[in-house]
C-alpha cells in the first residue's frame, strides 16, 4: 500500500509561488488524498459520503455550478434501498418528509388503466424524491462533513492512470489552480464524460442505441392529477404523469428529438397531454401553467471496461438508459455503493486487485437495466413509421403484462430494482 493510499487526511500545501506540480507547471495547491473524484453530481457525491463514513478523504470536483446540478431538471423515482440509504447513512431525512412513498404505478393504454400493484407483487416500493433533491441533501452532507468539493471548475486534467499516483489538475472557480495526487481516480462525470475516454480507444468497447423519439418534459403548477405515476401509451405517443409536490407536477410526452421547446404553447402542451390520456374513463388532466420545458434526448449506451488502471466509472459515465422506468439514478447510486466498498478493500490490506471485483458486480445489474429500459420504451412508444398493426401488437404486449400475475410481477420487480449482485 502507498503512502497516500495509507492516507486519511488531506494534505495541503499552500504555496503559490512554488513549483509543486509534477510536469513542470504551477499550481497554488497540491492535496493528497486516497480518492479524486471527477464528477459531483449523486454519483460523485453519494460515493464522498460513504467513502467519509470508511474514514476515507475525497476530493470531488465539477465544470458545474453547485446552482447548476441543484436546478437541473432530472429524474424523481428512487428505488426503496436507495431512499433508505440517504437515511440510515446519515445524508439526510429529508425524503421521509418531503418525498412521496408510492406502492404502484399505472400502466394506461387502450384509454384504461391497470395498476400494477407493487406492494403486492413484490413486497417493495418506490419514493417519489426528484434527483435535485437527492443531490441537494448529498451537497448539504458533504459541507456538515467538511468534505471538499470544488464546483464550476475549468480545465480538468486526469494523468497517469495506469501508475500508481495518478494526478488530477483544475482551475477553481476563482482562478487558481490545483493538483490532487490520488490513489484512485473515479470518473462519476455523467454521460457527456470525459474520463472515459482516458480508457486508451483500442481497448475500449462502447454499446450504442439510439431512439427516434425524445421526451418533452414540463414542471406545470397545478394540483396532482393522479396520486402515482401514470405511463400512458395511445396511437398519438406516450405520456407520463408524474408529480413533485401537491401543487407541482412532472410530466413528459413523446415528441420528435429536434423538438423546439419555443414552439409549444401551455395551450398545445395540455391539448397533446389530454389527448394521450384520454378514454372512456373521462380520465382528464388538471392543467396549471408551465414554468419549465425541455427536450430529453433517448439514448442506451454502455462503456467497457468501466476500470482502467486506477481510473473507475461511475453511473452515467459509463452506461446511459433512456429515461423510461426512471433506472438512471438507481443504477448510478448502486454502482457507487459497490465501489466504496471495494475501494476501501482496496486501500486497505488486499490493495488494488480488489478493483477487479467492482465490473462484474456492476454491470450485471447494468445489463438488466439497459433491458427494462429498453423493453418499457418500446413497449410503450409509437414509433414515427408505426402502422395500426403495430399500435395493436402493443396493446396486445400491454395485455400480456396486466393481465396476468407473472407479468405484472416483471415489471414490478425490475422497476422496484434488484438485489446487489455478489
Ligand atoms: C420521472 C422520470 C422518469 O423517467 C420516470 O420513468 C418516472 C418519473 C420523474 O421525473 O418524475
Not at 459531483?40 to 446540478?69: K, N, Q, S, W, Y
Not at 406545470?220 to 396511437?235: I, K, Q
Not at 473507475?312 to 438508459?321: K, M, N, R
Request: aromatic fraction near 8%; charged fraction near 25%; hydrophobic fraction near 40%.
Amino acid at each position: 500500500m502507498s503512502e497516500i493510499a495509507s492516507s486519511t487526511e488531506n494534505l495541503e500545501t499552500e504555496n503559490p509561488q512554488a513549483d509543486l506540480a509534477s510536469g513542470g507547471a504551477t499550481v497554488d495547491t497540491v492535496t493528497e488524498v486516497p480518492v479524486a473524484i471527477v464528477g459531483a453530481g449523486p454519483a460523485g457525491l453519494m460515493l464522498a459520503h460513504r467513502l467519509h463514513r470508511a474514514g476515507i478523504d475525497t476530493v470531488a470536483i465539477d465544470l458545474r455550478t453547485r446552482e447548476e446540478i441543484s436546478t437541473t431538471q432530472r429524474a424523481g423515482i428512487i428505488e426503496s434501498d436507495a431512499a433508505m440509504d440517504l437515511v440510515e447513512l446519515g445524508v439526510s431525512d429529508r425524503i421521509l418528509r418531503d418525498g412521496y412513498e408510492h406502492e404502484g404505478v399505472d400502466l394506461r393504454f387502450a384509454g384504461e388503466s391497470h395498476r400494477i400493484d407493487f406492494k403486492d407483487l413484490v413486497d417493495a416500493s418506490v419514493w417519489l424524491y426528484p434527483q435535485t433533491d437527492v443531490f441537494i441533501d448529498l451537497a448539504d452532507a458533504r459541507d456538515r462533513d467538511g468534505g471538499k468539493v470544488y464546483y464550476g471548475i475549468t480545465d480538468p486534467e486526469v494523468r497517469d492512470i495506469e501508475s500508481s499516483a495518478p494526478t488530477v489538475r483544475f482551475t477553481a472557480d476563482d482562478g487558481t489552480r490545483h493538483e490532487i495526487r490520488a490513489r484512485y481516480v473515479v470518473g462519476s462525470d455523467g454521460s457527456r464524460s470525459m474520463c472515459r475516454h482516458l480508457i486508451p480507444e483500442g481497448e475500449r468497447k462502447q454499446y450504442f442505441r439510439e431512439y427516434p423519439f425524445a421526451w418533452f418534459g414540463f414542471l406545470t403548477e397545478a394540483p396532482m392529477s393522479a396520486p402515482e405515476l401514470v405511463y400512458a401509451h395511445s396511437e398519438h405517443g406516450f405520456a407520463l404523469i408524474s408529480q413533485r409536490t401537491e401543487s407541482l407536477q412532472r410530466m413528459y410526452f413523446q415528441c420528435d428529438p429536434t423538438e423546439n421547446v419555443d414552439a409549444w404553447s401551455d395551450e398545445r402542451i395540455w391539448e397533446t397531454m389530454q389527448a394521450r390520456v384520454a378514454g372512456a374513463d373521462g380520465f382528464t388532466l388538471k392543467e396549471g401553467p408551465v414554468t419549465e420545458k425541455s427536450v430529453l434526448i433517448f439514448r442506451s449506451f454502455v462503456q467497457q471496461p468501466m476500470r482502467w488502471g486506477n481510473l473507475v466509472l461511475a453511473g452515467d459515465a459509463a452506461h446511459t438508459v433512456p429515461p423510461t422506468g426512471a433506472r438512471g439514478l438507481n443504477l448510478a447510486l448502486h454502482d457507487v455503493k459497490i465501489l466504496a466498498e471495494v475501494l476501501e478493500r482496496a486501500l486497505g490490506s488486499e490493495g488494488e486487485a480488489a478493483l477487479a471485483d467492482y465490473e462484474p458486480r456492476a454491470l450485471n445489474r447494468v445489463w438488466r437495466a439497459q433491458n427494462f429500459s429498453y423493453w418499457m420504451t418500446q413497449m410503450l412508444h409509437t414509433p414515427p413509421s408505426a402502422s395500426p398493426f403495430d399500435i395493436k401488437r402493443q396493446e396486445g404486449e400491454l395485455d400480456n403484462v396486466v393481465s396476468t400475475r407473472a407479468g405484472r410481477t416483471y415489471l414490478a420487480e425490475q422497476y422496484t430494482g434488484w438485489p446487489s449482485h455478489g
